[in-house]
C-alpha cells in the first residue's frame, strides 16, 4: 500500500520527482515583485472532495507584479461523475464539446506549470483539498507550494482600514465588487483566475508589503 508519508520519492514518477526538486527549504528570502504566483480555480462536479471530481482547472501567472495573459493554463478532465445541480453553476456538461484528458494527465500538465510557484486562490482551501484529493488518487503525495488565500488577504485590508470584522467571509464577487473588478467569464476556472488575480494584485496594492513572508502572517 502507498505510504502518503513516506518521505523517499524514488518510487514515484518521473514527472513527480522533477516537481518535488524544484523546492529548495534552504531558500533565501524572496521579495513579492521576484516571487511567481500562479492563481488557480477549480470547478467540480461538486464540494465533497472524497467523492466529487475536478472538471477544469484554469490558472494565470503573476511576476513582477505582472498579470501574464499570455501564460495562462486551461484544461477539462474526463468525467463519469455528473451532478446536475452544479451545472447550473459552471455550465460544464458530461458531453460537452470539450477537449478531455484523464484525470492522470491533468496531474502532469498542472504540476509541470505550476512548479515551484506560490498558488493564490479565493477560499483556497476547496480548491487545494480538490487537488491534493486527485494526487491521492493517483498515488501522490500532497502539494508542496505554499498557498495563499485571496480571502484572508481581503479581510486584511479591511482591518488596516479600520473596517474591521475578524470572522467575515468574503465571497469573490464581494471582492470582485470593491475592486470595480469585471465580472464576465464568472463561473468558468479560467474566468475565476482571471478575476482572482486581479484582485490578487489590488490587494497587494493595498496591504504594501515588500517580502514574501509578510503575506504569510496572521
Not at 66 to 84: G, R, T
Not at 131 to 139: E, V
Amino acid at each position: 500500500m502507498f505510504d502518503w508519508f513516506k518521505k523517499d520519492e524514488s518510487h514515484l514518477p518521473d514527472f513527480w520527482q522533477k516537481y518535488s526538486a524544484g523546492f529548495n527549504s534552504n531558500q533565501k528570502e524572496q521579495l513579492i515583485a521576484e516571487t511567481t504566483f500562479v492563481i488557480l480555480d477549480t470547478e467540480t462536479t461538486g464540494f465533497d472532495q472524497e467523492k466529487d471530481r475536478i472538471l477544469s482547472i484554469g490558472c494565470v501567472k503573476i511576476k513582477n507584479n505582472k498579470l501574464l495573459v499570455a501564460d495562462s493554463f486551461e484544461i477539462y478532465l474526463k468525467q463519469e461523475k455528473f451532478n446536475p445541480d452544479t451545472v447550473e453553476i459552471h455550465g460544464l456538461i458530461k458531453h460537452e464539446r470539450f477537449e478531455t484528458i484523464s484525470e492522470e494527465k491533468a496531474i502532469q500538465l498542472f504540476l509541470k506549470y505550476i512548479k515551484d510557484s506560490v498558488l493564490v486562490a479565493h477560499h483556497a482551501g476547496f480548491d487545494i483539498n480538490m487537488i491534493n484529493a486527485a494526487l491521492k488518487r493517483n498515488y501522490l503525495p500532497k502539494l508542496k507550494n505554499r498557498v495563499l488565500d485571496t480571502g484572508i488577504l481581503y479581510r486584511k485590508t479591511r482591518i488596516i482600514s479600520n473596517f474591521i470584522d475578524q470572522h467575515k467571509t468574503y465571497s469573490l464577487d464581494e471582492v470582485a465588487l470593491a475592486y470595480n473588478i469585471d465580472l464576465k467569464d464568472r463561473h468558468t476556472a479560467i474566468g475565476d483566475a482571471f478575476i482572482t488575480a486581479i484582485a490578487f494584485l489590488k490587494i497587494l496594492g493595498r496591504l504594501k508589503r515588500k517580502k514574501l513572508k509578510e503575506l504569510f502572517k496572521k
